[in-house]
C-alpha cells in the first residue's frame, strides 16, 4: 500500500479522469460566472464590461440581505430539524427491542426517492386553505385555527422549509443510520455490561463516534438550505412578495426571467463564497472539537 500511495505516476493517472470531469462541469463553469459577473449582459447580445457595477448594485439591493435571511432560516431549520430528527430516528432503529426495522427504514427514504415536482404537489394540496388536510384536522380537533400557509408572509418560509425537511429527513438518516452501524458491537455491548443505560450509550458512544458523519451531515444540510429552490419555485415562486426568495431563486430570476445575466452572475457568485465559507467554517469547528478530544 505504501508502495502504491508512493507512486506518483499511478496516482495522477487514477485521479486524472476525475479532476478532468470536475473542472470541465463544475470548475470551468464558475471561472466563466466570475467572468460574466463582471459583464452587463442579457445572455444574448453583446456583453459591456462594466467592472465591480454589478456587485456595488448586488450589495445595495434589499432583496439581496431578503434573500440571505430566507437562505439562512432554510439552513437553521434543516441542521437542527432534519438533523435532529435523523439522529432520534437512528437511535430507535439502533435499539434491538424495535421490531420491523425493514419497514421502517423503508418507509423513512420513501419521500427522498420521489421527485420534488410530486413531492410539492402533495404539500400544496396539504397546505390548501379551503380544503387541506391540516386546516381540516385543526376543525377535527375543534381548534379554529385556519391558515392560508403558503401565501402568509410570515408563516410561507417555515411551510416551504418543513416540506423539504419531511423530503430529506430520510437522506440524512441513511448517512448517520450507516455511520452507526458502522461502530464496532464490541463497543456498545462492552458499555451495557457496565450497566450503561441506551440513553447513554447513545449520547456518549454512538453520538462521539460519529464527528465525521455529522461534519458532512451539517455541511449537506447548510449548503441546500442556502441554495434551497426548487420548493419555493414549485410552491410559492419566491411569494408572497419576496418572503420566500433565496439567493437561489434571485439569480435564476435575474438570470433567466428578466434578462439581467451579468447581474445574476455576481449573486451567483456570491452564493458560491457563502457556500465555501460555511464548509470552511464548519470543518474548523469539527476539527476544533477533535483536538480538545
Known amino acids: 500500500m505504501n508502495k502504491m500511495l508512493g507512486n506518483k505516476k499511478a496516482i495522477c493517472f487514477f485521479t486524472l479522469p476525475t479532476i478532468i470531469v470536475f473542472t470541465v462541469f463544475v470548475f470551468y463553469p464558475i471561472l466563466q460566472t466570475a467572468y460574466r459577473?463582471?459583464?452587463?449582459?442579457?445572455?444574448?447580445?453583446?456583453?459591456?464590461?462594466?467592472?465591480l457595477a454589478n456587485y456595488k448594485e448586488l450589495f445595495a439591493d434589499d432583496?439581496?440581505?431578503?434573500?440571505?435571511?430566507?437562505?439562512?432560516?432554510?439552513?437553521?431549520?434543516?441542521?437542527?430539524?432534519?438533523?435532529?430528527?435523523?439522529?432520534?430516528?437512528t437511535f430507535a432503529m439502533m435499539n434491538h427491542k424495535i421490531r420491523g426495522k425493514r419497514f421502517f427504514k423503508?418507509?423513512?427514504?420513501?419521500?427522498?426517492?420521489?421527485?420534488?415536482?410530486?413531492?410539492?404537489?402533495?404539500?400544496?394540496?396539504?397546505?390548501?386553505?379551503?380544503?387541506g388536510l391540516i386546516n381540516n384536522?385543526?376543525?377535527?380537533?375543534?381548534?379554529?385555527?385556519?391558515?392560508?400557509?403558503?401565501?402568509?408572509?410570515?408563516?410561507?418560509?417555515?411551510?416551504?422549509?418543513f416540506v423539504n425537511v419531511w423530503q430529506y429527513t430520510g437522506y440524512q438518516f441513511a448517512i448517520i443510520y450507516a455511520g452507526a452501524k458502522a461502530i464496532?458491537?464490541?463497543?456498545?455491548?462492552?458499555?451495557?455490561?457496565d450497566g450503561a443505560s441506551d440513553w447513554k450509550v447513545n449520547t456518549r458512544i454512538i453520538l462521539p463516534l460519529l464527528k465525521d458523519t455529522y461534519r458532512m451531515?451539517?455541511?449537506?444540510?447548510?449548503?441546500?438550505?442556502?441554495?434551497?429552490?426548487?420548493h419555493m419555485n414549485l410552491l410559492t415562486k419566491g411569494g408572497p412578495g419576496t418572503s420566500t426568495y433565496t439567493l437561489t431563486y434571485m439569480t435564476f430570476r435575474n438570470?433567466?426571467?428578466?434578462?439581467?445575466?451579468?447581474?445574476?452572475?455576481?449573486?451567483?457568485i456570491i452564493l458560491v463564497l457563502q457556500c465555501l465559507m460555511a464548509t470552511v467554517i464548519i470543518n474548523k469547528i469539527f476539527s476544533s472539537r477533535e483536538d480538545n478530544l
Not at 459583464?39 to 467592472?51: Q, Y
Not at 438570470?255 to 451567483?268: L, Q, R, V
Open 63 to 89: 432583496l439581496f440581505y431578503e434573500s440571505l435571511k430566507n437562505g439562512l432560516i432554510f439552513a437553521v431549520i434543516l441542521v437542527t430539524v432534519q438533523v435532529g430528527l435523523a439522529t432520534l430516528l
Open 217 to 230: 451531515c451539517v455541511v449537506f444540510a447548510i449548503t441546500g438550505g442556502l441554495n434551497a429552490f426548487a
Open 255 to 268: 438570470a433567466f426571467t428578466i434578462g439581467e445575466f451579468g447581474y445574476g452572475c455576481a449573486s451567483a
Open 106 to 131: 423503508t418507509a423513512f427514504f420513501i419521500p427522498v426517492v420521489l421527485s420534488v415536482t410530486v413531492v410539492c404537489q402533495l404539500w400544496s394540496a396539504i397546505y390548501n386553505p379551503e380544503f
Open 37 to 51: 459577473s463582471f459583464f452587463e449582459w442579457d445572455g444574448l447580445n453583446t456583453a459591456v464590461f462594466t467592472g
Open 184 to 193: 464496532p458491537e464490541d463497543y456498545l455491548e462492552a458499555a451495557k455490561i
Open 137 to 161: 384536522i385543526f376543525e377535527a380537533l375543534g381548534i379554529s385555527y385556519r391558515q392560508d400557509w403558503l401565501s402568509n408572509m410570515n408563516l410561507a418560509i417555515f411551510a416551504v422549509t
